[in-house]
């Protein structure tokens, strides 16, 4: 096992490493655990890493922070820190023990061993830890079967009442499944089919419900995971009559590719928010309003809710960009929208003349910037001021459809345009 954890990037090592000085000389016990020892046991790249410590979690990121000046976040109520270094951060917690009150509400935590702390999680394949103390550094700790687990491909809970106490777990089996191409485990899968049964979504707070979708929105080709959730009757916490189907299916691959297409043209726009794309996908199937309650229910932030909204509202009106049409007025349709909105128009028409115009957008229009600026205006004596604003607009629209480059042409045309305006 030492030599797994020399699978993980130099950085990490070496972070590690200087996490186990620390805790020898703090005379407590520290573990990687969760998906970073999962995904290295698969050989497969890790992003996160979550640390148990049995003893004081903030206290042992307070030290190492002062020590290497380091930037922190606590959270004292559930005995948490992070620390943030250039690339990436790292969770600590104070090892514990959890007790549910009733089904999905949020547990009541106590200090404990790491055994224990490793009882309290979702899955086998995410209940294993590797020291990280010096006695036996990179020993794979493995209470519950994780290991064979992953070696069958099975996803399986620690305890029979792991969906009622928290039934988001529903949706993380899937999305584990899916991701590896994993079965859950016979057994599993009946309490997972009972929690459905008895309504169990219905218990949990709607908000960690929607970190759970997202997550699987987030994954690469959503709509497998969907179809399955589907099957499994685990997405009415959407809509009752939310279905998931064949058409649906072209709907998503063309999603897939429209985002393809965007990432691999577009490198310099801004990375597209793809779960937004999907979730619109679903929610488009139901009228606005439901779309709408849905959102607030579930406490999307207001950004998502614009963005996914004015999909709806604009989605028979892109259809207008079939039309032979200035440069400029094809700016003025797309630019008010995110990204996100513009790739989705993209996908949901397939009509070339639309996606022309789109890819134009995308490749062109959306990058022309005036060389001109308000100080040269004004040293070319152009009153009043309150002008500049539809002059620059004008401008900018001339330059589109004209596609002049020098500033010359600009200054040329800006005479023009101010003109007419102050005619
Ligand atoms: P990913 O690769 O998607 O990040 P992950 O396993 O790291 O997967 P996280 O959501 O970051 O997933 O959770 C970290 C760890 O915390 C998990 O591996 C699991 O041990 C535990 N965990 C997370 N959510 C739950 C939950 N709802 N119930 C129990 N344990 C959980």
New binding site residues.
Partial sequence: MTNTLKKLNPEFNHVLQSFSDLAVGSGIKIYL????V??LCLCRKT??L?IVVEGDAIKFVHTFCERNKKKFKKHHVFGTATIYFDDFHVDFVTARRETYAFSGALPKVKPASLKEDLF???FTI??MAISLNKEDYGLLVDFYGGRKDLENGLIRVLHEKSFMD?P??IL?AV?FEQRFSFKIESVTLELLHKAIMQEAFSFVNAHRLRDELI?ILKESKPYKYLVRLFRLKALFFINRSLKINKKDALLFARLDKGIYFYEKEFEAHRKLEEYILYLTAILIKFPRKDAASFLERFGFKKGDKMRILSIYDNLISAKTLTKKTLPHKIFQFLNPFSFESVVFFYAYYPDKEIRRHINFFLSNLSVVRLKLKGHDLKQMGFAPLTLYGKLFEKLLHAKMDKGFESIDDEIKEARAIFRKLSA
């Avoid at 655990?33 to 970073?36: E, I, K, W």
């Fill in positions: 655990v969760g998906g970073a999962r995904d992003f996160d979550d309290r999680r979702d995410n209940a928290d988001t777990r993380r999305r997550s």
